[in-house]
């Protein structure tokens, strides 16, 4: 297994450390670039995205590494650092970084940019299927 294992790693950027507790139905989407580093345990139906790392804070002794609970859905560029877990049901979204406990059936999110608003002119349209027409409205 570590031969074939190794192969995976070289051809997708997959970096799993032998010492990953897992159990079934793990789902590496899009799998590039990543890295899940070892004491991590990880749940049943688990979805990994692209560019995600699963590991420590630099912390020499004790727990580690994260657990992540049942059915989590962790987006793509996410890191999910030290001794922290994730519940059952929780989606983590692209780009965030966790480095406390997402409760089950939460979703975290960072906000990585903040910008001022351009002014727009946003259309509401209503589409009527009973009579076909389309109607739209001028949003203030």
Same mark, same amino acid.
């Given at each position: ?40 345990? @990880? *749940?049943?139906? &688990?979805? +990994? ?6 590991? !420590?804070?630099? %912390? ?7 657990? @992540? *609970?049942?059915? &989590?859905? +962790? ?6 650092? !030290?001794?922290? %877990? ?8 692209? *780009?965030?970084? &966790? ?42």
């Amino acid at each position: 297994m570590e031969l074939r294992l190794g192969l995976i790693d070289r051809k997708f950027a997959v970096d799993i450390h032998p010492g990953v507790k897992s159990r079934r139905g793990i789902l590496l989407d899009h799998a590039t670039g990543v890295a899940i580093r070892e004491a991590v345990v @990880i *749940g049943n139906n &688990v979805s +990994i995205f692209h560019n995600v790392t699963l590991g !420590g804070t630099g %912390k020499d002794n004790g727990d580690r590494h994260p657990t @992540i *609970g049942d059915v &989590v859905l +962790i987006g793509a560029g996410t890191n999910v650092l !030290g001794n922290v %877990k994730t519940g059952e049901g929780a989606k983590i979204g692209a *780009g965030s970084v &966790v480095l406390k406990e997402v409760t089950s059936r939460t979703t975290a999110v960072a906000l990585l940019h903040w910008f001022e608003a351009r002014p727009m002119i946003i259309f509401l349209v209503t589409i009527l299927h009973t009579s076909g027409l389309i109607m739209s409205k001028r949003v203030p």
